[in-house]
């Protein structure tokens, strides 16, 4: 699954039911079948038409799992989920090796982890703002100490590109790195009513001298 995910939103929202997740984002399950309670993880790669889609699917622990590989505008749509219950947000990007992972309470934030090697240059960094759990500062420390042993570096892994997605799994049960749990299922969205039709090609000049509808 990670190798698709070169770029992905998610957030995962505890004891919010789907129906209230759709209609505060007014938002409809898609009218395709074939992108309705599917097994697995959406191949992204296969079906380019899901750049810019929200998938939805339940995770374990009654948590509500939503994201896509979408823009900033959806993804600050996705955060007003957070008034509903204890919620994990992320989001990555494998071009320029950016990562965050931030975490709710009563629509609040309580504490948030950057990593962003584009920005800062080095593979030894992250930003943390909050206080985290003890079990999740744990994870963070062995990052650390894997990076100061140079754990990875052969194999050109960004050890601490993936501490977000490793707290929100220790949370949600859910990693963009990894495989989704067993008996995972997702479904595609679209708005209330349909997606929105493309607009009309314009007609070029020919098409308007040779009198072409």
């Known amino acids: 699954m990670n190798e698709a995910n070169f770029m992905l939103v998610w957030i995962a929202v505890q004891s919010l039911a789907p129906e209230q997740a759709l209609a505060t984002l007014k938002l409809e399950w898609s009218d395709g079948a ?3 309670n599917a097994p697995g993880w959406p191949d992204f790669v296969k079906h380019p038409e899901y750049e810019d889609r929200i998938f939805i699917g339940q995770l374990p622990g009654e948590w509500l799992l939503l994201f896509g590989n979408i823009d900033e505008k959806d993804k600050a749509r996705l955060a ?3 008034q ?5 947000a992320g989001e990555l990007s494998r071009i320029g090796s950016f990562a965050e992972g931030r975490y709710f309470a009563d629509g609040q934030e309580v504490w948030s982890v950057d990593y962003d090697f584009e920005r800062w240059g080095r593979d030894d960094r992250l930003e943390l703002e909050g206080e985290l759990p003890t079990n999740l500062a744990a ?6 100490a894997a990076v100061a042993q140079g754990i990875g570096r052969d194999n050109k892994v960004d050890i601490l590109f993936e501490v977000p997605g490793r707290l929100s799994k220790a949370i949600c049960g859910f990693s963009p790195h990894e495989d989704p749990p067993e008996g995972f299922r997702w479904s595609m969205l679209q708005p209330v009513g349909g997606m929105p039709k493309p607009a009309p090609a314009p007609r070029g000049w020919l098409s308007r001298l040779f009198g072409r509808r």
């Open 34 to 36: 074939e992108t309705r």
């Open 80 to 82: 007003r989920l957070t």
């Open 84 to 88: 509903f219950g204890p919620a994990v």
């Open 139 to 144: 994870i963070i420390g062995e990052a650390y």
